[in-house]
């Protein structure tokens, strides 16, 4: 192959790592941003494209995370104030990402809940102290203490409506308190709830209240009188709910013109709408994706968010998921995964590598489609998924190993995207730790477990995702090492399979029947992957013993060993037809190596911990990695761009150094000086300098004098560097002196004058001596010349 095609250099195009870790979201009234917290941040991430637009509160390496206690939006949607562990408010424009004030907290003990009025002019914070305070966000001032409310605030709101000057919370007396927003005193307490009070909505009539509660039931209240009007038991703890607009879903037949519609959810992951008059369900969600990973993972929702405009809402899980629906017809838009955990592999999945599969710390595979990072969630397996194999024979299918000792495979529909378990099976006795599936056709896989086992599958003949889920049949099994297996692998022809254990070899297996073909020893320490060269008979092995070995298949010799991470090597791919390397370490590095000359070639460095998963797509002009650190990383080719643009400036420079040669031919001294100084050829410069002082009179000093701010700190730093040398001292004195009267005169200001002065300081005063020596022996020389000439005699006359 040609050489050209050798990759050199990938750059990390994007990223995309925990947005959300638990608390608080708000979602902009446009409906295009999510604001999340994140740990000491709060992170903005766009909906069109799943990724992080800016970050708030985010701190450099060497200082101490500010954790933020609790934050809210503005209704303008144009600043976010956040409350963090250092008692500290501050005030940010998300827009510019800048932090425009930022004040002392009153409060004993941490801030719960923060809330806007609806003119954005006034604040309320309720905190764990029981007291509930608003502020004057133009003075930071604190205007009132509210006092009634008992424990730590769990609900904040201010009424909507600017006419009731109503501001409403609830503590762990459960109980419901509202006070004059203008005057501070308190009108109304509402008592109903015995658990604590989760989230309070407002009817638009301005009269009515509905509130939900742990204590499984809606009450729907009428502030005017201060008593209950209905009290609906909906039978699970509510986490959140949201006010249903009239007519905005299809999904409820017979709208009531007098009636309040209440959407709620919580523990049992399922969204459910409720009219609050007559107290009757009027609709509940079918296939709920929350609900559908409950049955296996224990899910539930902790927050409901409705978007006026877009006319749609978001469900947030347990395990951080974010997912959108259309409201009227309760459709699923969009699922955001807000934190990973650790990444344990991933792979490109689907015909033209639309999506990418990914294994973390979940029973669950999450299936990102890569334009959008729009997450569809698989659900079928019972503990960690620990691998995941695709196969060139067939794009669209996707093979899974996990915890629970079972191996699962998965069909994608190619126009519709979705994905379903077509067949399973568990026949292994532990966690299955790796899986392959066979390459020239969709036939065979294989799967390694714990249980020291190599088992070869057979696949069904025909795959689809209209039949009922397949149970897979084992073909044989063999144990096949002493020690847990981390890896195996099938060659690209189907006949070979190899794995690597923690017994320190890596052994061969005939593909047909589990025969042993042979063992490579020579690893100090485990083995954790296991690669065929798409192309030659060799085998790639990496190690925790810090190394990469090849092996030739024909004589089972070590053909190379490749030494450069500084930990284990824990993934390996080929790349350029088998002429290359990429290889990941537990030290978070990743390393592109050149097989022919055994040299890594780049170090790509971003993750912060062991880097467990690596994937290429098919052309090779990107791969993603993922590790420990949660972060899913993608990288990109610059091979040719960085060659295009080394041309492209060494064009540039030829063009430049014809141009000077021209204008040195022309003797055209100032331009040539010029543009010596941007080329930065300080030899040329100095040649140029010469010329214009051979020419004498003024010449040097009109010359600087023509020349820009810029272009006259480029000189200085050429004479200093001339300096050093005693044959240019004279031409460097002459420029330096020219440009020190510019400097005294304030015509001139150099930025770091005060370094250059020292640097040529001991030069000059070892010029002058040397000068100073020069002219007294050339005095002392005179006088010798002088004494040694006869004296004239006077002849008589």
Not at 335 to 352: H, M, P, R
Not at 598 to 610: D, F, I, Q
Not at 643 to 649: F, H, I, N, V
Not at 722 to 736: C, D, E, K, P, Y
Request: aromatic share 6%; with cysteine; hydrophobic share 40%.
């Amino acid at each position: 192959m040609n050489g050209s095609s050798l990759k050199e250099s990938y750059e990390l195009e994007s990223q995309y790592g925990p947005f959300f870790t638990g608390g608080n979201i708000e979602w902009s009234s446009d409906g295009q941003y999510f604001f999340c917290q994140n740990g000491g941040t709060v992170h903005v991430l766009s909906l069109a494209t799943g990724h992080v637009e800016s970050i708030l509160g985010e701190t450099s390496t060497d200082q101490d995370e500010d954790t933020v206690n609790s934050f809210a939006l503005d209704p303008s949607d144009e600043d976010v104030i956040t409350h963090h562990k250092s008692g500290l408010f501050k005030l940010w424009n998300w827009k510019e990402v800048k932090l425009k004030k930022m004040w002392k907290a009153i409060h004993n003990g941490p801030v719960s809940k923060v809330a806007f009025s609806r003119n954005s002019q006034t604040m309320a914070s309720g905190g764990s102290d029981s007291s509930v305070r608003l502020w004057d966000l133009v003075h930071q001032a604190c205007t009132h203490n509210l006092k009634g409310a008992q424990g730590v605030v769990s609900v904040l709101a201010f009424h909507p409506r600017p006419d009731k000057e109503l501001i409403f919370a609830a503590g762990d007396d459960t109980k419901i308190y509202g006070w004059n927003s203008i005057t501070g005193q308190q009108k109304i307490v509402l008592s109903g709830h015995f658990s604590k009070i989760t989230s309070l909505l407002f009817h638009d009539d301005g009269i009515h209240l509905v509130s939900s509660g742990r204590d499984k039931v809606l009450i729907l209240w009428d502030i005017s009188q201060g008593s209950i009007v209905r009290t609906v038991p909906v039978y699970e703890g509510v986490e959140g709910s949201f006010l249903l607009p009239t007519n905005s879903t299809k999904l409820i037949t017979s709208y009531q013109s007098d009636g309040i519609y209440v959407a709620a959810a919580g523990e049992k992951g399922v969204v459910k709408v409720w009219e609050m008059r007559s107290g009757n369900k009027v609709y509940e969600q079918e296939n709920s994706l929350v609900a559908s990973a409950k049955e296996v993972g224990g899910l539930s929702i902790t927050q409901l968010l409705y978007n006026h405009v877009t006319n749609s809402f978001a469900v947030v899980s347990t395990e951080h998921n974010i997912i959108i629906h259309q409201l009227d017809t309760f459709e699923c838009k969009k699922q955001l995964v807000g934190y990973s955990d650790e990444i344990l592999d991933v792979v490109y999945f689907g015909t033209k590598d639309t999506h990418l599969a990914v294994a973390t710390n979940s029973s669950d595979i999450k299936l990102y489609e890569l334009t959008t990072m729009n997450c569809q969630l698989l659900c079928g397996h019972t503990d960690f998924i620990l691998s995941l194999a695709t196969t060139p024979a067939n794009f669209n299918l996707l093979l899974s190993s996990a915890k629970d000792n079972s191996v699962r495979l998965w069909l994608m529909d190619p126009e519709t995207f979705q994905v379903s378990c077509v067949a399973h099976a568990v026949r292994h006795t532990a966690s299955v730790g790796s899986v392959s599936l066979s390459h020239t056709a969709v036939k065979f896989f294989t799967s390694v477990s714990q249980d020291l086992c190599l088992k070869i599958w057979d696949l069904p003949e025909k795959i689809s995702s209209n039949e009922t889920e397949n149970t897979l049949t084992v073909r044989c099994t063999e144990l096949a090492h002493q020690k847990d297996i981390n890896a195996v692998a099938v060659s690209p022809n189907d006949k070979l399979v190899a794995t690597g254990s923690q017994d320190k070899t890596a052994k061969l297996w005939t593909a047909e029947s589990l025969q042993l073909v042979g063992v490579l020893r020579g690893h100090r320490r485990g083995v954790c992957c296991v690669r065929f060269s798409p192309i030659d008979q060799v085998l790639l092995t990496t190690s925790a013993d810090c190394n990469i070995k090849l092996w030739s298949l024909t004589d089972l010799s070590c053909l190379k060993t490749l030494e450069g991470h500084e930990s284990s090597v824990l993934r390996a791919e080929f790349l350029s037809r088998g002429m290359q390397l990429v290889t990941a370490g537990a030290d978070g590095l990743l390393k592109l190596w050149s097989v022919k000359t055994s040299e890594c070639v780049a170090t790509l460095e971003h993750h912060e911990n062991r880097v467990w998963a690596l994937a290429v797509c098919r052309n090779e002009t990107h791969i993603i990695s993922g590790g420990s650190d949660s972060i899913l990383g993608k990288w990109r080719d610059i091979t040719e761009e960085k060659k295009a643009a080394a041309a492209a400036e060494a064009e540039r420079l030829a063009l430049e150094e014809q141009k000077l040669s021209n204008l040195l031919k022309a003797d055209q001294l100032l331009a040539a000086l010029k543009l010596a100084l941007k080329l930065e050829r300080p030899l040329q410069v100095l040649k140029i300098i010469d010329s214009v002082i051979r020419k004498g009179g003024d010449g040097l000093r009109e010359t600087i004098h023509q020349l820009k701010q810029t272009q006259k700190e480029s000189l200085l730093r050429c004479a200093v560097t001339w300096n050093t040398n005693s044959r240019n001292a004279q031409s460097a004195q002459l420029v330096i002196n020219v440009l020190l009267d510019e400097i005294s005169s304030g015509e001139l200001k150099v930025p770091g004058l005060a370094a250059s002065l020292e640097a040529m300081i001991p030069y000059t005063e070892r010029h002058f001596k040397r000068l100073t020596q020069l002219m007294q022996d050339l005095h002392f020389i005179s006088y010798t010349v002088t004494c040694m000439q006869p004296h004239n005699k006077i002849s008589p006359t």
